[in-house]
């Protein structure tokens, strides 16, 4: 019996894995791949390293694959998981969010190449991070969090930046962070979901204010049991607004919660400014008198209290 040329098998074994690794990132099955050119088991075996295809069976499969036969014969160099991408891509426009993911899925558990691929990476957050939202609509808290925690725990690919997803997921997460089923902003699911793709800082701002809004009300001199937490999860968030009010605001809130009301008083009383809108003064004026009281100056607890009064005369 004659020896197989050195390296034939580990050509036979490259071709195999690339036929199988396109194969998978199309979502295609043996059967659907092999049509009348190829049996399923001849396929397979090809698959397997254990036949070399004629090249007319080559092309055929490389024609339904959509990649050249050459390049199955060689490095794919990420070209099916690029091709897969492709694919996915215009998914996300339709909300086919738990296809991506399945397929996605599917295609990484079954090679090696995806791993570090910016494209996929990118599009694989995105639909994490918005299924977790419709988890979220429909009161799958833990599932919802699953998702989150696995957008998160995509690694940066070399050399791309998918901050744009990544902060996305935090502000996602901060709405699931909220009381359990329920809402950290009144109205419609519609205006939630804005807010969550939102890179507007009012709109962060809004949502971190409400996750907030308990935990600045608690007993004067202890801390927010909550409050690490809060910190944890605000902290990316606050790192992401641009410096002015509703920056500096949150910051306030937090050391509120933390019961470090000095600092949040320092921190709020430069903020008042006639050109605030009345809603946002008044919450000011509140959250300073809130302060001046933990703090035992109640002289100027008084004169925020009656700011307040004023407010609310002039915009009835």
């Not at 690919?157 to 009381?179: E, H, Q």
């Not at 519609?190 to 600045?216: G, P, T």
């Amino acid at each position: 019996m004659s020896r197989r040329p050195e390296g034939r098998d580990a050509a036979l074994e490259r071709l195999g894995s690339n036929i199988r690794s396109a194969r998978t990132a199309l979502g295609l099955t043996q059967g659907e791949l092999a049509g009348s050119d190829v049996t399923r088991n001849m396929l397979s075996r090809i698959e397997n390293g254990a036949a070399l295809p004629s090249l007319p069976t080559l092309c055929a499969i490389a024609d339904r694959l959509g990649i050249p036969p050459g390049a199955l014969l060689g490095d794919l160099g990420g070209y099916g998981v690029r091709h897969l991408a492709a694919q996915l891509r215009p998914l996300l426009a339709k909300r086919r969010f738990s296809e991506i993911i399945s397929r996605a899925d599917d295609y990484l558990s079954k090679s090696s190449e995806a791993g570090c691929d910016a494209e996929l990476s990118d599009i694989l957050i995105k639909a994490l991070t918005a299924r977790s939202l419709e988890l979220f609509e429909a009161g799958k808290l833990t599932s919802a969090i699953e998702l989150l925690d696995r957008a998160d725990s995509i690694p940066d690919p070399p050399g791309f930046d998918v901050s744009d997803a990544r902060k996305k997921a935090l502000t996602c997460r901060l709405l699931i962070a909220c009381a359990p089923g329920q809402s950290p902003i009144s109205g419609d699911l519609e205006r939630l979901r804005e807010a969550v793709f939102s890179d507007n800082a009012r709109e962060l701002y809004v949502l971190a204010h409400e996750l907030l809004a308990d935990a600045v009300g608690q007993a004067y001199s202890v801390p927010d049991k909550n409050a690490p937490e809060y910190r944890r999860i605000l902290s990316p968030l606050i790192e992401r607004m641009p410096e002015g009010f509703e920056r500096r605001h949150i910051e306030a809130k937090l050391q509120m919660a933390e019961a470090e009301y000095l600092n949040a008083k320092a921190l709020m009383v430069p903020l008042v400014s006639e050109s605030l809108p009345p809603s946002l003064l008044y919450d000011l004026y509140s959250d300073i008198e809130h302060c001046c009281k933990c703090c035992g100056d109640f002289e100027n607890a008084y004169k925020y209290a009656s700011e307040k009064l004023v407010l609310l005369q002039r915009i009835k």
